[in-house]
């Protein structure tokens, strides 16, 4: 079934991605249910929820309660999605990446602080204090690390921000994964508790340097790595 690289979600999600980039699942088909691809992929219907889920963030399918999954048609968020290969080929400058990654969640989490409300905080709250339950868990946490950017993007608004961390996630994976494996998480822990607060507090500016920071952080680990390479 899946690769046993990457988690069982990150599988669905990439295999459902696919089939509707290709065309195999056009604007207007009705995606197969929960249970079909649950059963398809001998996955549960939880994890094939979730890959819906980033799909339905990234605006290329919309759920109706009680009709099902429906892929949406093509529209400016897409085709920009599809642009950015062109700029960065697979395993290219990875420091422009971060960088660029930067730029959006800082504009992200600055437009979520002033956007947030009550329940979104509360959503917040509770994956932060997941990914603080299993800080001893290395692998869970370089997985799922990303649940938090992906709703304080969907929190800013912007559709568009969501459709450029996602892609630029998928280009930095495995590097970020190496990241918390080789160097812990216990820095993101800090950092994602000052993101939250700043969005707590509704002020965009703390909110903003926060995640500023918690970014700074990666690119330096990131700038670390030849050197730790180096001494091992």
Known sequence: MADSKISSGE??????KDKIRSGKYQAGDKLPTEMELAEKYSVSRNTVRGA??????????????????????????NKIENLIPMFFSEGSD?????NLRTAIESQATYLAAQKATYRDVQQLEAI???????????????????????KIAEIS?????????????????????????DFGNYESMIAHRNILNGIKAA??????????????TVINRYMAMPKKLDEE
């Open 94 to 98: 990875y420091l422009s990446l971060m």
């Open 203 to 216: 002020d965009p500016d703390m909110a903003r340097a926060a995640m500023q920071k918690h970014m700074q």
């Open 157 to 181: 608004g912007n559709h568009l921000f969501q459709s450029l961390i996602e892609m630029i996630r998928n280009m930095l994976k495995d590097v970020l994964e190496d990241f918390i494996m």
């Open 52 to 77: 819906i889920n980033r799909l339905i963030t990234l605006g290329m399918v919309e759920s109706f309660q009680g009709k099902g999954t429906f892929v949406k048609e093509t529209n400016f968020t």
């Open 128 to 150: 932060v204090e997941d990914l603080e339950l299993h800080k001893d868990d290395l692998l869970y946490c370089a997985e799922h690390d990303i649940t938090l950017h992906f």
């Open 11 to 16: 599988y669905i999600f990439n295999k459902l």
